[in-house]
């Protein structure tokens, strides 16, 4: 199990360790399945979408777009079927927030796509879960049995009328499957590459019909939203950014693991105050958003962890990750650790993907060496500009901010290698 860092505030893992992830009675026993009974019995589709839209909940999987926009769109596509998706499929180096609301509360995410379902007029889901997070399909799976044994999933819900039903796919691990596109070309038996959008999942998703895809965290704010109102949860966080944010703690520090706090927390209270402060050296930087995320330094310690004030900075918050690293830590081996990681799971469907991430590596394992000359820096820099514009999916374009803001903070450490030096005796030049 994940180890939880003493959340300040408790709404997604309200129920994480608490109950018995195997037991619908303990979770009933909380509120459990309230949320879906109230939204059947009292409201109609379009209340439960302006609910979810006045929240100002925005997409935890890394995107941060509003879900009840999400859902409005869906709802008013003229086509049907309609479907849900969750997407489970954490393979982002860093991040495991979605793996404990999993394995410690899955009932919380089937209510979640329910409400979800009857919102926008869809009638199937599924859950695209990480193939290597048995314990989380093991724990979903029971939990949709017991689920359709107390008549929460099926046929007529609760005698409402609504019917819902939910499969789990398991992925094979292929980290591009995570992107929504390629997740959903999965799920229908094809190899997981991303497709050109427009059109988006809201109009022509999954089989070309209208479909919802939400990440666990994201749906795992559904019920509690519904039962204590929008105004309650913007009580937390920011004003652009309501609500708690679940955040992966991990590297030189303290106490690996994850807490859930408000929106806006800062990069120095999450090290400090919850994750135990520095393991032995000095900070020297923070990775925020998995691999694919940018390098934070001294300077960006108080800098308020939210997407509105990230993206003004040119940064962005991801899925919620943050790897910490110390002054032991060489940037250049990093960073080629970065890039191996991006050669080795691009699909190759689009060229700037399949040779650019090649070269990325070529180039920055060559600095590393003290093979490598000055305009190489540039090379670089250039290569992920070229990839941020023409690559097909995320992964194609996400090189640039990892390898920008490393250099904003770093190029003199990479001029050293050049030179035939590692400042840290990690490169063995």
Same mark, same amino acid.
């Given at each position: 199990?994940?180890? +939880?860092?003493?959340?300040?505030?408790?709404? &997604?893992?309200?129920?994480?360790?608490?109950?018995?992830?195997?037991?619908?009675?303990?979770?009933?026993?909380?509120?459990?399945?309230?949320? &879906?009974?109230?939204?059947?019995?009292?409201?109609?589709?379009?209340?439960? %979408?302006?609910?979810?839209?006045?929240?100002?909940?925005?997409?935890?999987?890394?995107?941060?777009?509003?879900?009840?926009?999400?859902?409005?769109?869906?709802?008013?596509?003229?086509?049907?079927?309609?479907?849900?998706?969750?997407?489970?499929?954490?393979?982002?180096?860093?991040?495991?927030?979605?793996?404990?609301?999993?394995?410690?509360?899955?009932?919380?995410?089937?209510?979640?796509?329910?409400?979800?379902?009857?919102?926008?007029?869809?009638?199937?889901?599924?859950?695209?879960?990480?193939? +290597?997070?048995?314990?989380?399909?093991?724990?979903?799976?029971?939990?949709?049995?017991?689920?359709?044994?107390?008549?929460?999933?099926?046929?007529?819900?609760?005698?409402?009328?609504?019917?819902?039903?939910?499969?789990?796919?398991?992925?094979?691990?292929?980290?591009?499957?995570?992107?929504?596109?390629?997740?959903?070309?999965?799920?229908?038996?094809?190899?997981?590459?991303?497709?050109?959008?427009?059109?988006?999942?809201?109009?022509?998703?999954?089989?070309?019909?209208?479909?919802?895809?939400?990440?666990?965290?994201?749906?795992?704010?559904?019920?509690?939203?519904?039962?204590?109102?929008?105004?309650?949860?913007?009580?937390?966080?920011?004003?652009?950014?309501?609500?708690?944010?679940?955040?992966?703690?991990?590297?030189?520090?303290?106490?690996?693991?994850?807490?859930?706090?408000?929106?806006? %927390?800062?990069?120095?209270?999450?090290?400090?105050?919850?994750?135990?402060?520095?393991?032995?050296?000095?900070?020297?930087?923070?990775?925020?958003?998995?691999?694919?995320?940018?390098?934070?330094?001294?300077?960006?310690?108080?800098?308020?962890?939210?997407?509105?004030?990230?993206?003004?900075?040119?940064?962005?918050?991801?899925?919620?990750?943050?790897?910490?690293?110390?002054?032991?830590?060489?940037?250049?081996?990093?960073?080629?650790?970065?890039?191996?990681?991006?050669?080795? +799971?691009?699909?190759?469907?689009?060229?700037?993907?399949?040779?650019?991430?090649?070269?990325?590596?070529?180039?920055?394992?060559? %600095?590393?060496?003290?093979?490598?000359?000055?305009?190489?820096?540039?090379?670089?820099?250039?290569?992920?500009?070229?990839?941020?514009?023409?690559?097909?999916?995320?992964?194609?374009?996400?090189? %640039?901010?990892?390898?920008?803001?490393?250099?904003?903070?770093?190029?003199?450490?990479?001029? +050293?290698?050049?030179?035939?030096?590692?400042?840290?005796?990690?490169?063995?030049?």
């Amino acid at each position: 199990m994940v180890k +939880e860092l003493k959340s300040p505030v408790r709404i &997604v893992l309200e129920n994480c360790g608490k109950i018995n992830p195997e037991s619908i009675e303990e979770y009933i026993a909380q509120g459990g399945y309230k949320a &879906v009974n109230r939204v059947l019995q009292e409201m109609k589709p379009e209340e439960v %979408i302006n609910e979810i839209k006045a929240s100002g909940l925005q997409g935890r999987g890394g995107a941060a777009f509003p879900t009840g926009l999400k859902w409005e769109f869906t709802s008013r596509a003229k086509d049907t079927p309609r479907y849900i998706i969750c997407n489970a499929d954490e393979g982002e180096p860093g991040t495991f927030k979605d793996r404990p609301i999993l394995e410690g509360d899955p009932h919380k995410i089937i209510e979640g796509m329910i409400i979800a379902g009857y919102a926008v007029g869809a009638h199937y889901g599924y859950i695209y879960i990480r193939g +290597e997070y048995i314990l989380s399909i093991n724990r979903f799976q029971k939990a949709l049995e017991q689920a359709e044994e107390h008549r929460f999933l099926g046929e007529d819900i609760l005698e409402s009328g609504f019917n819902f039903q939910i499969e789990i796919h398991q992925g094979a691990g292929s980290y591009v499957c995570g992107e929504e596109t390629a997740l959903m070309d999965s799920i229908e038996g094809k190899r997981g590459n991303p497709r050109f959008k427009p059109p988006f999942p809201p109009s022509s998703g999954l089989w070309k019909k209208p479909t919802v895809i939400n990440n666990v965290e994201t749906l795992a704010n559904i019920a509690p939203i519904i039962l204590k109102g929008a105004d309650w949860f913007r009580g937390f966080g920011t004003k652009e950014c309501p609500g708690t944010k679940v955040y992966a703690v991990s590297g030189h520090v303290k106490e690996v693991g994850v807490v859930e706090a408000p929106m806006g %927390i800062t990069l120095r209270k999450i090290i400090n105050e919850y994750a135990g402060g520095m393991r032995q050296g000095k900070f020297k930087m923070a990775q925020v958003g998995g691999t694919a995320g940018a390098i934070l330094g001294e300077d960006m310690l108080d800098v308020s962890l939210d997407y509105a004030s990230l993206k003004r900075k040119g940064l962005v918050l991801g899925s919620g990750a943050i790897l910490v690293m110390d002054e032991t830590t060489c940037c250049v081996d990093m960073l080629k650790c970065f890039l191996n990681f991006f050669k080795r +799971e691009c699909c190759g469907k689009c060229v700037p993907g399949r040779i650019g991430t090649e070269k990325l590596l070529e180039i920055t394992t060559s %600095i590393s060496q003290g093979k490598g000359k000055e305009d190489d820096i540039d090379l670089i820099l250039q290569t992920a500009k070229v990839m941020q514009k023409a690559s097909l999916c995320a992964l194609g374009q996400s090189p %640039i901010l990892p390898i920008s803001t490393i250099l904003k903070y770093f190029k003199e450490e990479f001029i +050293e290698h050049i030179k035939g030096r590692c400042p840290t005796g990690v490169c063995k030049i």
